[in-house]
């Protein structure tokens, strides 16, 4: 048997480690995978607890697969309109252990009516999943003399810019609900932004504002304590949890349609295997029985899927806001 040379021999040794280390750089991702969870994940949430993304979160973080053996902590960061909990993420290593749940306002809206802004909607993240989707809804205080829309608008045409809207901040949807109606009927109701839902119910309640545009998970309850009216919803169609109230577009806007949404979101970079396995658990958490009831109590349509849905879905909304927001005019302070 014929000896190998030493030169002979070192090549084939080193050939053999580059080998072995491509193939491990190839499974890398699946190895990462393959161990994740292996500590808490963090969701981080650019609003006030209470709200329907909160609680979207605290179901994730309640619910998570007892065989992933971590907890999932929820992170408020409310501010500006919900970018400043997005830029955390944005900027948040690239793991599966920091997670963003987005809003159409933090990863749709934003972008056209804020001038600067501190990361990208599509760049700067991967879609993990749409969780679900939910009509906004018009409320007043008892005090105002309209019982529906067109009520409404002739009150709004006869007093331009004496009615206020409140809203949770600037850029929600909430805002641009005021926005897209004020561009639709020929109003100008004034825009009075807040930081937080929480700041601008009470001031609804005491009639310091005239109305509000709100999540519909978080209105009914007050709406059917009698506290406050509700003339209309803002989807296309009436909403399963509330279907005696109408829809805008039936009270004389046609087309009239706004709805909020939330998403899961990864920084950019995350390995594709940890986003489809989170896109998994989240897929099985919110289609139990319970959750789901939960979510229909609230007014919440649970609308799932798979990460490219949410890529398509998310692009359609920015193109839908941006034109929106451009027609109103309507700008970040």
């Not at 070192?10 to 053999?16: C, E, K, N, S, Y």
């Not at 948040?92 to 802004?117: E, F, K, W």
């Not at 007050?222 to 279907?243: C, N």
Request: positive net charge.
């Amino acid at each position: 048997m014929r000896s190998v040379s030493t030169p002979a021999r070192r090549t084939f040794v080193l050939a053999g480690i580059c080998t072995l280390a491509t193939l491990g750089a190839m499974h890398a991702p699946a190895a990462h995978a393959q161990g994740y969870p292996n500590k808490p994940i963090r969701v981080v949430v650019g609003f006030p607890s209470g709200g329907a993304p909160d609680i979207l979160a605290r179901t994730f973080s309640e619910k998570i697969s007892p065989s992933w053996g971590q907890s999932v902590v929820v992170d408020n960061k409310p501010g500006a309109g919900g970018n400043i909990g997005a830029e955390a993420v944005a900027h948040a290593a690239p793991d599966g252990y920091t997670l963003a749940l987005g809003t159409v306002g933090t990863h749709s809206i934003n972008g056209a009516l804020y001038s600067r802004m501190p990361y990208d909607m599509v760049k700067d993240f991967v879609p993990v999943i749409l969780l679900a989707s939910t009509p906004n809804v018009l409320v007043v205080h008892p005090s105002v003399p309209a019982k529906n829309v067109q009520e409404l608008i002739a009150l709004a045409k006869s007093r331009p810019g004496q009615l206020t809207f409140g809203t949770p901040g600037v850029g929600t949807s909430l805002h641009v609900s005021g926005e897209l109606f004020n561009t639709m009927a020929g109003t100008k109701i004034t825009h009075v932004p807040y930081k937080g839902r929480a700041m601008a119910i009470p001031d609804l309640l005491g009639g310091h504002i005239t109305m509000m545009f709100d999540n519909l998970p978080s209105a009914l309850p007050v709406v059917k304590e009698g506290k406050l009216r509700a003339l209309g919803v803002t989807s296309a169609k009436r909403s399963p949890s509330a279907p005696d109230i109408p829809t805008i577009a039936e009270q004389g806007l046609p087309g009239y349609e706004a709805e909020s949404w939330f998403a899961v979101f990864a920084p950019s970079g995350t390995p594709k295997e940890v986003v489809d396995k989170l896109n998994a658990e989240l897929n099985r958490i919110f289609e139990l029985p319970d959750v789901k009831q939960k979510l229909a109590t609230l007014g919440l349509d649970p609308v799932l899927g798979s990460p490219d849905r949410l890529a398509a879905y998310q692009k359609s909304e920015i193109a839908k806001w941006a034109k929106v927001v451009k027609e109103s005019g309507a700008k970040a302070e």
